[in-house]
């Protein structure tokens, strides 16, 4: 489970980030190690998405450092981001209807062969990539708008893949889907884990976290609330740090009295 | 079923026997549609794909054969060498403008402009030559760059302004027809000379100068092209190991094509051979096919025209590509300008009005190009141009008054974006648009 190199792939400290007069992200620190599933959880406008853009390389930040691989990192734009190796699958998931799987996958990366586009190639990329994340579609030379939307997310996740990620950021997965593909899509973040990609995933649906994730970060207000290993932790306790059920009047009374008592 | 070639459906063939997935991908839902072998798979396909409203080509292909049929019964020179040829040379530059427009359907844009660019073309091509006695080569290249950075201003006003395409074409529609008026203002005509580039596309210039064994050689050259290319993608896919179309299909659609081929080559040699503004049609068509299904530019116009959005995430650069396919828009309408103004030798103040606009459009509507962006071909403009082009010479033949042509065309154009339109919500109900 959590077995953690000793360096995190990814770790943000003390960042921050202003949209004018809105203070979205204060001092929020954030570590994902290599083979690590770190799910970010939060209640709306929590600043889960605004956190997810600035390691993307959407919204630059304020303060705080970004370390990759335990040095200090600029992420300016969002090929900043995918050249040091973040790959991000969005809520919508931008794909072109048109085009068909392979299309997609490779979708501004096309590989040439005497500067044409090498279909054959890019086929037996696409069906090795989906085979090893055993990853079911009817054929990878169909229209993306001929596949459900459990398979259209698969499509987006593998498509993140293709350009050898070492953080793989999801933005709500399974949202919008049924129990199977739900399942079926938690599978596929596992089969990540195990090849040894770092996972970071926002989820606003415990039960996904807690079947996939290794580490839970809550953010509340644009703040770190707390981060709890799964194992070991109740969803009550998640629950209570992403409500700030802990954190109103009677408990900040008591750690008062138990700052003051030692 | 020959043209059914889109960019990015290359692997209709499906998996023949000997060529069985990796286990991992056999487990697949039994939901799925998986197609059978042979022959009869290729018939329930078939039938699958005209429940799903994926008509392709059919319905075109059905109003060719009724077009002949009626014109042929009404009057019967209509079938003749001669008329074939005339039809062929004719289809030829309106064509040139619906391959410009296919573009930028595939784009899911418009372009109302491309027929006053192209008078505008033969204007300048004439004032050029004519008037200043330019070398002819140079003006045509001259004319197409002048088309070109045309539709690069339309393409700067939709990309980087934000106007949408209706509107800055429209304005081009009128603005371009009045800069043509300029230029012609004092004789309201200019002769072009018949030489050099001008009388390659005359009507009286042929393949090979009329040589029998010219028709035959473009047809010998266009199926050999077929054959080998199938043959060596099979050949790859196989190496490769991933589905591949079957070595009968691939007979189908070379005997097919054969048929069609040597059998307008028969017809083209009873009567002068094949016009050579015909073969340059052919040509350019080719070219741009590579480039709309082979080439990286191809693909990201086709993303672009599916989704902005995942385009513009997948790094491509939006604006670049539309300013890129509107200029290869107007290139084509100054191209097709010269081929125009090659049937007369003549720049003229009615060049590029009247219904050519509608004609370029609706050609490339009926060869099956969606108006919706992402879907289509551009040998659309090779098939609906032979349709309108029919009508045309059909009612030419009939001596139908110029107002019975224009409802008749206006008919055809609205039923073709009716098939269209419902063929998409089809597809969509099927589950495959």
């Known amino acids: ?262 | 079923m020959s043209s059914d070639k889109t960019t990015v459906d290359t692997s209709k063939g499906g998996v023949p026997a000997d060529e069985v997935l990796p286990p991992a991908v056999e487990v697949i839902d039994p939901r799925l549609l998986v197609r059978e072998q042979g022959f009869r798979g290729y018939i329930t396909e078939f039938k699958r794909r005209v429940k799903g409203g994926e008509l392709g080509s059919m319905p075109v292909i059905a109003a060719l054969i009724i077009i002949f049929v009626v014109f042929q019964l009404a009057n019967d020179r209509f079938l003749s060498a001669n008329n074939i040829s005339n039809i062929g040379y004719y289809l030829a530059g309106a064509g040139m403008l619906s391959i410009g427009l296919v573009f930028v359907l595939l784009l899911g844009e418009i372009d109302l402009s491309v027929a006053s660019v192209s008078g505008l073309a033969a204007a300048i091509f004439a004032v050029f030559t004519t008037t200043h006695g330019m070398n002819m080569w140079l003006a045509v290249l001259l004319t197409i760059v002048i088309g070109v950075a045309i539709g690069a201003i339309h393409g700067f006003f939709l990309a980087k302004i934000g106007v949408p395409a209706f509107v800055v074409t429209l304005a081009g529609f009128l603005g371009w027809n009045g800069l043509m008026l300029w230029l012609l203002r004092k004789t309201g005509s200019i002769s072009i000379a018949d030489t050099g580039p001008i009388h390659i596309v005359d009507q009286t210039s042929f393949f090979m100068n009329s040589s029998i064994a010219g028709a035959y050689i473009l047809a010998t050259v266009g199926v050999a092209a077929m054959l080998l290319s199938s043959l060596a993608d099979q050949a790859r896919r196989r190496k490769a190991g991933v589905p591949f179309r079957p070595t009968s299909e691939i007979l189908l659609r070379t005997v097919l094509l054969a048929i069609v081929s040597y059998a307008l080559a028969i017809v083209l040699n009873n009567s002068n051979g094949v016009p050579n503004a015909l073969v340059l049609f052919l040509v350019v068509l080719v070219i741009c096919d590579y480039v709309v299904r082979r080439t990286t530019f191809g693909r990201k116009v086709f993303a672009v025209g599916g989704s902005i959005e995942a385009s513009s995430r997948a790094g491509i650069s939006v604006p670049g590509i539309r300013i890129a396919v509107f200029a290869i828009a107007g290139g084509f309408a100054a191209l097709g300008g010269l081929f125009i103004a090659g049937q007369i030798q003549t720049a003229n103040t009615q060049a590029g009005s009247g219904n050519l606009l509608m004609l370029a459009i609706a050609a490339a509507v009926i060869g099956g190009t969606s108006l919706f962006g992402g879907r289509g071909n551009v040998w659309s403009a090779l098939i609906g141009g032979l349709v309108i082009q029919s009508i045309q010479t059909g009612l030419d033949l009939l001596n139908m008054d110029v107002s019975i042509q224009y409802m008749i065309t206006g008919g055809v154009l609205l039923a073709a974006v009716v098939i269209d339109s419902v063929s998409r919500r089809t597809q969509r109900t099927s589950g495959r648009a």
């Open chain 1, 1 to 262: 489970m959590v077995h953690v190199s000793a360096t995190p792939v990814l770790a943000l400290r003390g960042v921050s980030k202003r949209f004018g007069a809105v203070q979205a992200l204060t001092d929020v620190e954030l570590e994902v190690h290599a083979g690590e599933v770190a799910a970010l959880v939060g209640d709306n406008g929590a600043g889960k998405s605004t956190l997810v853009k600035t390691i993307a390389g959407v919204h630059p930040i304020d303060e705080g450092v970004i370390e990759w691989e335990g040095r200090g990192v600029s992420i300016n734009r969002p090929s900043d981001a995918q050249q040091l190796g973040v790959a991000t699958v969005y809520q919508d998931l931008a794909l072109c209807d048109n085009l068909d799987v392979v299309g997609n996958l490779f979708l501004g990366r096309e590989l040439l062969r005497y500067g044409s586009i090498d279909e054959v190639t890019m086929e037996k990329r696409s069906r090795e990539l989906l085979n090893t994340l055993s990853i079911r579609i009817p054929s990878v030379r169909i229209p993306i708008a001929s596949l459900s939307g459990g398979q259209r997310q698969v499509v987006a996740i593998a498509r993140a893949l293709i350009g050898d990620p070492k953080v793989v950021i999801l933005d709500e997965p399974t949202a919008a889907l049924g129990v199977e593909q739900t399942a079926q899509v938690l599978d596929l973040v596992e089969r990540l884990r195990e090849r040894g990609l770092g996972v970071i995933l926002i989820s606003h649906n415990m039960a996904d976290v807690t079947a996939v994730a290794d580490t839970v970060h809550v953010l509340r207000l644009g703040r770190n609330n707390g981060s709890f290993p799964v194992k070991g932790t109740t969803n009550e306790q998640i629950i209570a740090a992403i409500t700030g059920a802990t954190d109103n009047a009677v408990t900040r009374r008591q750690s008062r009295n138990a700052e003051a008592t030692q």
